[in-house]
């Protein structure tokens, strides 16, 4: 029995090399790992031994030889292949043991040349390890350090690896070369700045755990991270306290995350089901705190905050007075994780760099029966005109005040990451309702309104600002805004009835912006 061994990562390969030895296999061997080997003392045969030429071009070409594949890929139940392989003096490969070059590792790190990405993508590798795991018959092939002691168990015990164990090493391969090969084109495309969407979509993600279940109990579940830009984004924060994640935890903390990034002053965010419950902003993070809180007690409460600030004891004290059940920060104070972990259940993540937004160019996904959809991100909160100025029209007889100004700005930022049809009320850097994912948009505005009064009371709406996330096709909603003392709107316009809105605007003696930008969140 003849085993070929080439490995990047040699975790493990000493030790599994010199069992196989003591099993009486052969083995072969290229470069840095015959060198490994042979300093421990394990005996090996050169590649260029088998192959008859040197390795050669810096290490490019060493087991591109048909010595090497003739033996990986005879088929033993086949005569032909094995007269074949006789006459041509190749003998039988049974075992090839490769994980390939760092590719991965190589442009991950900052600032890498094209030039070191290049010479870190395998071509030897892979033709060895699909050469077995397409003979995955009579050959054993190994990538993972992991499958070694399960291989060696059966070679004690049977003389061979069963023929499941080669089938389940076998799929093993192709998701690897699979994951390495989108890993290659990736970088590629990035590389050369391609922002197209391409005509065939290849993806690749690797498991940080599995879950309990799903959105439901009887769904199965994990959660994928993409490979790279993670900075800032979920899938980078580590978790200091609680019990795990779950499906729908991962989920509404992604929403919450994405408007939090919306802000540049400290902030604070409260979602639940992925959608905004609580905004505020502040001098600091109890005072962005308290204005989320205050906005909807109630529906906070088993929700997700967020913060872009480290959160200190004071907010701690008051987080802790109600049943949160994830807390996100950049970081925490040592006095606030003392009072924070004081409940066994709840989540604290720490997430550095949470400002960070994602690349324009990034995906957008959406699996649907039969196919996936896909967009880039909704990464721009104003569109602009061709001298960079954002588009911020407004279309009513009365100018919007300073103070109005700010408050649409912020409920923009609100409403965009509210499910449509979505309605946002904001004021003084506080939400005062917000009214998600209704069928139309008045029962948004009505849901909105009546969150503002139930939670601060009617007079938190006189002087507020309102926004939608996309146009009115009545003016009704103005009519219920005016009703209930809001005073300017914010909305994309392009209606067939605008001027109706405008009208009535105008009647009212209110303000209304139009941004030319549409936000809507399926």
């Known amino acids: 029995m003849r085993a070929l061994i080439s490995v990047s990562d040699k975790t493990g390969i000493v030790e599994f090399a010199r069992n196989l030895r003591e099993l009486d296999v052969e083995i072969i061997s290229t470069g840095g790992t015959a060198k490994a ?55 039988p490969i049974d075992i ?44 054993s092939v190994i990538i993972d350090p992991a499958d070694y002691e399960t291989v060696l168990e059966q070679l004690r015990e049977k003389g061979k690896v069963s023929l499941n164990t080669n089938f389940y090493l076998s799929s093993k391969v192709f998701e690897h070369t699979a994951h390495y090969d989108t890993l290659i084109a990736t970088y590629m495309r990035g590389h050369r700045g391609a922002t197209d969407l391409p005509s065939v979509v290849t993806m690749t993600f690797e498991k940080i755990q599995d879950m309990r279940y799903g959105e439901n ?10 490979v790279g830009a993670n900075t800032g984004m979920l899938s980078a924060a580590k978790q200091l306290h609680g019990k795990e994640l779950s499906f729908n935890n991962i989920n509404d903390t992604n929403g919450a995350l994405e408007l ?66 994830i807390v996100v920060a950049p970081s925490f104070s040592k006095e ?73 700005k912020f409920a923009w930022k609100i409403v965009k990451h509210a499910k449509s049809n979505g309605i946002a009320i904001g004021k003084g850097k506080q939400s005062i309702g917000v009214g998600p994912g209704q069928v139309n948009r008045i029962w948004a505005l009505e849901q909105a309104i009546e969150h503002g009064k139930e939670a601060l009371g009617a007079d938190s709406l006189i002087g507020s600002a309102m926004a939608s996330d996309a146009f009115f096709p009545f003016n009704d909603c103005v009519e219920a805004a005016k009703q209930a003392g809001i005073t300017a709107i914010i909305q994309p316009g392009g209606s067939m009835k605008d001027q109706d809105s405008i009208d009535l605007c105008n009647q009212y003696g209110m303000t209304m912006v139009f941004t030319d930008m549409r936000h809507f969140k399926h």
């Open 37 to 91: 080997l042979e300093e421990a003392g394990i005996e090996v045969i050169g590649i260029s031994d088998i192959t008859g030429f040197p390795e050669c071009l810096d290490g490019r070409v060493k087991t591109l030889d048909p010595h090497i594949h003739a033996g990986i890929l005879a088929m033993r139940s086949n005569k032909d292949h094995m007269a074949q392989i006789k006459e041509l003096g190749v003998t």
């Open 96 to 139: 090839v043991v490769v994980n390939l070059y760092p590719f991965k590792q190589t442009i991950l790190k900052e600032g890498v040349a094209l030039e070191d990405a290049i010479e870190n993508i395998d071509i030897g590798g892979p033709t060895m390890l699909r050469s077995a795991a397409k003979n995955y018959q009579d050959v």
């Open 217 to 226: 109990h009887h769904q199965q579940a994990a959660f994928y991270k993409e």
């Open 260 to 325: 939090l990034k919306e802000f540049d002053e400290p902030a604070a965010v409260a979602c639940k089901h992925a959608n905004p419950c609580g905004v505020g902003c502040g001098t600091d993070v109890y005072d962005a705190y308290m204005k989320a809180y205050n906005s909807d007690p109630k529906s906070i409460f088993g929700g997700i905050v967020v913060t872009n600030q480290e959160v200190d004891a004071a907010t701690a004290l008051e987080m802790n007075k109600i049943f949160l059940e």
């Open 336 to 408: 606030a994780l003392e009072v924070l972990m004081k409940k066994k259940n709840i989540r604290l993540l720490e997430l550095k760099n949470i400002e960070t937004k994602q690349a324009d160019t990034a995906s957008d996904m959406k699996k649907v029966g039969g196919g996936l959809i896909i967009q880039t991100v909704d990464s721009k909160l104003f569109k602009e005109d061709e001298n960079g100025n954002i588009i911020f029209n407004v279309v009513t007889d009365r100018q919007p005040s300073e103070t109005e100004i700010e408050d649409m």
